[in-house]
Nanobody, 123 residues
Framework: QVQLVESGGGLVQAGGSLRLSCAAS????????MGWFRQAPGKEREFVAG????????YYADSVKGRFTISRDNVKNTVYLQIFSLKPEDTAVYYC????????????????WGQGTQVTVSS
């Protein structure tokens, strides 16, 4: 069992940056691949970025490549999402999730979810 708590969201002007954090409980964090998803109002939850257990492999949705960076610290049991050049269309609730297997793009590939953190980008 893994419990995930996101933080770092807020209100930011377009062009700004944010770093989201997701702290995981338990001593088995390094055995999970991790992912970040987001859900905008009236839209389905979508994959944003994923990272392997070791952190050696990362994956991104085409819409965020070059602006989002996912990383993890297996000592601190935390996964991060650095967001640069924020756009109004990045406004969403951002969720982190843990997967027993690979950090794929499908929601059903993940076993544990956090409660989310709101990111609002003003134009």
């Amino acid at each position: 069992q893994v419990q995930l708590v996101e933080s770092g969201g807020g209100l930011v002007q377009a062009g700004g940056s944010l770093r989201l954090s997701c702290a995981a409980s338990g001593r088995t964090f390094s055995s999970y691949a991790m992912g970040w998803f987001r859900q905008a109002p009236g839209k389905e939850r979508e994959f944003v970025a994923g990272i392997s257990r070791s952190g050696g492999s990362t994956y991104y949705a085409d819409s965020v490549k070059g602006r989002f960076t996912i990383s993890r610290d297996n000592v601190k049991n935390t996964v991060y999402l650095q967001i640069f050049s924020l756009k109004p269309e990045d406004t969403a609730v951002y969720y982190c999730a843990a997967a027993h297997f690979a950090a794929g793009q499908g929601l059903n590939e993940y076993d544990f979810w956090g409660q989310g953190t709101q990111v609002t980008v003003s134009s």
